[in-house]
């Protein structure tokens, strides 16, 4: 069956860094594409970033351009959030999801999230 | 696109049905003829799970209570009776028009 698990959250103050991980069982993992999803405290869900199956294109939600890359290394099975110049409004739980869109985005599996914490 | 959902609050008896309106603010319909909008479930305490796409399909396990329709820029997501299992957030999704993907804010339903 299909798992993601995220890794790599915690405690940080604003201005530091911190990579997430996420780790994809029970499927080809380099034929789907990857998004990480976040949603702060108590709030909805935002789109963060998303990779092509092959890591040949990258898209970053506004909120984050700049500062967060997203990257995947698919003999680890495994996708990659690097956060840097984090700030209070990151806190949040960051959710990996699997792509099995064509010619859309369709978000079939999610894992169950690490909650990153951002401190002044 | 943006993505409006309603209500914000849902309170419903069990056993009796329910309604949740997601509105896009572009057409979800692509030339290939399909509509791309998606529910998801959220269990207190869980991640979000993926219920419908392309507006009716039920995803595997999903009880056929949950019930998808709309298209162009209107959607429904129906509950014929509901379940205490049923309580969470829901959230409807459009993957058509990005970056970036949007969410719906979300409706919460709750058993009075």
């Known amino acids: 069956q299909v798992q993601l698990v995220e890794s790599g959250g915690g405690v940080v103050q604003s201005g530091t860094s911190l990579r997430l991980s996420c780790e994809g069982s029970g499927y080809r993992f380099s034929g789907y594409g990857m998004h990480w999803v976040r949603q702060s405290p108590g709030k909805g869900l935002e789109w963060v970033a998303v990779i092509w199956y092959d890591g040949s294109k990258t898209y970053y939600g506004d909120s984050v351009k700049g500062r967060f890359t997203i990257s995947r290394d698919d003999s680890m099975n495994k996708l990659y959030l690097q956060m840097n110049s984090l700030r209070v409004d990151d806190t949040a739980m960051y959710y990996c999801a699997r792509d099995r869109g064509v010619r859309a985005v369709d978000l079939d599996y999610w894992g169950q999230g690490t909650l990153v914490t951002v401190s002044t | 696109a943006v993505m409006t959902q309603s209500p914000v609050s849902l309170p419903v008896t069990l056993g009796q049905p329910a309604s949740i309106s997601c509105r896009s603010s572009?057409?979800?319909?692509?030339?290939?003829?399909?509509?791309?909008l998606n529910w998801f479930q959220q269990r207190p305490g869980q991640s979000p799970r993926r219920l419908i796409y392309?507006?009716?399909k039920r995803d595997s396990g999903v009880p056929d209570r949950f019930i998808g329709t709309g298209s162009g820029t209107d959607f429904t997501l129906k509950i014929s009776r509901v379940e205490a299992e049923d309580v969470g957030i829901y959230y409807c999704m459009q993957g058509l028009h990005w970056p970036p993907i949007t969410f719906g804010q979300g409706t919460r339903l709750e058993i009075k």
């Open positions: 392309e507006v009716s």
């Open positions: 572009q057409s979800l319909l692509y030339s290939d003829g399909i509509t791309y």
